[in-house]
């Protein structure tokens, strides 16, 4: 998977999938937008480890909710490499609930960052990625495709940006654009570690996670980033309208 020449545009690059992704598209030869809120630094920490490395990448900052800011991130690839090939649609919220438990403020969150934020991104980046047969890749979620306890407004936002990808990948496949998701399933990112970290009993809560995938261990940031490279590389030229499933065999 060779993107030299290539730029992409990764959100939520902050830490997690979004970094590994980063990571490995600048490894494979890309020059790399880091989208982040950047709000603790940790998507300048992102960039500092790509160009330590010998890797070009620049920081585009703010939340993907706002049309603003996604204008300013695909301006951000366009004066800074000249083109945008690749836009990687990471940038996720989670927070826990049933319909009736799940507070208006997280419902409105969630909707923003996972539904909005997809929408705004490919609107703001479309224009360039016809211009060079690009790819959108957008993160769903094992969730939008199984049921999962005291998760629903969080999965019917995953269930849509599976949705936003079948329509989106009919829309421009005339234009040459292809559009991929790829739903990882329950992955050892820093976020969860912390969740795990902070529980009562945190031996127990990382075995209950644990305990839903059949491989009987978590995911790693890097293998889900491997995937999202493969739905935007060369090899999968072939490839719009899918949903890479890569979750332990939660689904199977």
Do not use: W
């Not at 991104?121 to 979620?141: C, D, H, K, W, Y």
């Not at 049921?147 to 329509?167: E, F, I, M, N, Q």
């Not at 998701?181 to 992955?187: D, I, L, S």
């Not at 644990?210 to 072939?238: C, D, K, N, W």
């Amino acid at each position: 998977m060779d993107f030299t020449g290539r730029a992409v545009l990764v959100t939520g690059a902050g830490a997690g999938i979004g970094r590994a992704a980063a990571e490995l598209f600048a490894r494979r030869g890309a020059s790399v937008v880091v989208g982040a809120t950047d709000r603790s630094g940790r998507g300048r920490e992102t960039v500092e480890r790509i160009t330590a490395g010998g890797g070009r990448a620049v920081l585009a900052t703010g939340d993907v909710g706002d049309s603003a800011t996604a204008r300013a991130a695909v301006r951000t690839a366009l004066t800074s490499f000249g083109r945008l090939d690749v836009l990687v649609n990471n940038a996720g919220l989670a927070a826990p609930g049933t319909v009736e438990t799940t507070s208006e403020a997280d419902i409105d969150a969630m909707l923003t960052v996972n539904v909005k934020g997809t929408v705004l991104m490919a609107r703001a980046a479309l224009p360039a990625l016809r211009e060079t047969g690009g790819v959108i890749v957008n993160v769903g979620s094992v969730a939008a495709l199984k049921g999962h306890v005291d998760r629903a407004v969080y999965a019917a936002s995953k269930g849509a940006v599976v949705a936003l990808t079948k329509s989106m990948a009919t829309d421009h496949v005339g234009e040459g654009v292809r559009v991929n998701c790829v739903c990882p399933g329950t992955t050892l990112t820093p976020a969860l570690q912390a969740k795990i970290d902070q529980a009562p009993d945190p031996a127990a809560m990382e075995a209950q996670f644990v305990g839903r995938q059949p491989m009987g261990r978590l995911g790693t940031p890097e293998e889900i980033a491997g995937a999202v490279a493969y739905a935007a590389s060369s090899e999968a030229a072939f490839m719009t309208g899918s949903v890479l499933v890569i979750d332990g065999g939660m689904t199977m």
